[in-house]
């Protein structure tokens, strides 16, 4: 039942679902072995695991697409944007523009796929010695029609730059809040993509992760009316949402233009906000690929047959990088960042 601010909760399944403008979110949690020379788990330890339908969350680590190293060897999208946080462990990208990177540990990719773009993410066991755990979040934001084809573009919001708000409550409990795009009342977040829905002020697109210690207490702050504001939490025995106790894997549609009261279970809860103003555009997707209607769906299909949007200037499927990289960016312009 719910009530109120409250307009809906619901459990999570895989991927999330998600409200205009968002089109989908996937958390990935896998506590990865320690690593081989090749980067990947012992070979003995890939018996019997179905590549390609490696996605059973009762295992603790899946290999999803990759073949040798986890991940998602190289594939197409088209007309829409991610966004992906690391919380925690090491991802390899490679795309077709030449763009290459690897970001860990708190660090976030926003990708304006546009008119086209290949791309692969691996995920690369860089300890030898110790586990490599593995979460994040991919975050899918739809492009308004008029953006559909603009050029790709990618940009990384690394970890130490990205502000967190931190908030302690009457009772000493702490609350803090990593605003990956949107704002916190004067806490502005790094500028996305500038093609992105999220790039409008108005739109207010919010992305924030919320880790609140067990039993805090913080107010999520009103927004405007119209946005779609949903919250998740994915870690964390329950909390409470104005009055009401949500259990964990759950999600919850809250009103965009009221404060919202929470309060933390007996455990630190880990939350996901994804907030913004509706795109209210006909939506045609397929696979990777996000249009406006069915033909502008087939016509891109059609070209990516074509002309592989580009093609692919790796020598393999899933790069990876050298080890002597700890984090890293390559842009398509040629410009270098290593951390």
Known sequence: MTTGKIINIAQLGFPWETQDPFLFCAYHKDDYPKGEPTLGPEKSLLRGRRIGSDFDPRQDWRMYHGEVIPGFPHHPHRGFETVTVATEGAIDHADSMGGAGRFRN??????????????????????QETDNPLELFQIWLN???KNKLVEPHFKMLWAEDIPIVKATDEHGKSTAITIIAGN???TKALAPTPDSWAATPENEVAIWTIKMEAN???????????????????RGDSMNIEGQSVPNLHSIQVKSDEDIALKAGNE?????????????????????????????????????????????????????????YHRFAKFADGREVIK
């Open 184 to 186: 916190l009342k004067e």
């Open 106 to 127: 708190g660090d976030a990719q926003w990708m304006t796929a546009g008119k086209g773009i290949l791309h692969s993410e691996m995920f690369p066991l860089l300890n």
């Open 268 to 324: 630190t809860c880990y939350i996901l906000l994804l907030q913004g103003k509706p795109i209210n555009e006909p939506v045609a997707k397929h696979g990777p690929f996000v249009m406006n209607t069915r033909a502008e769906l087939q016509e891109s299909f059609n070209e990516y047959q074509r002309t592989q949007f580009g093609g692919w200037p790796w020598k393999t499927n899933s790069p990876v990088h050298d080890l002597k």
């Open 216 to 234: 805090a207490t913080w107010t999520l702050p009103k927004a405007s009316a119209g946005l779609n504001r949903t919250m998740y939490l994915y």
């Open 143 to 145: 492009l308004p029609k």
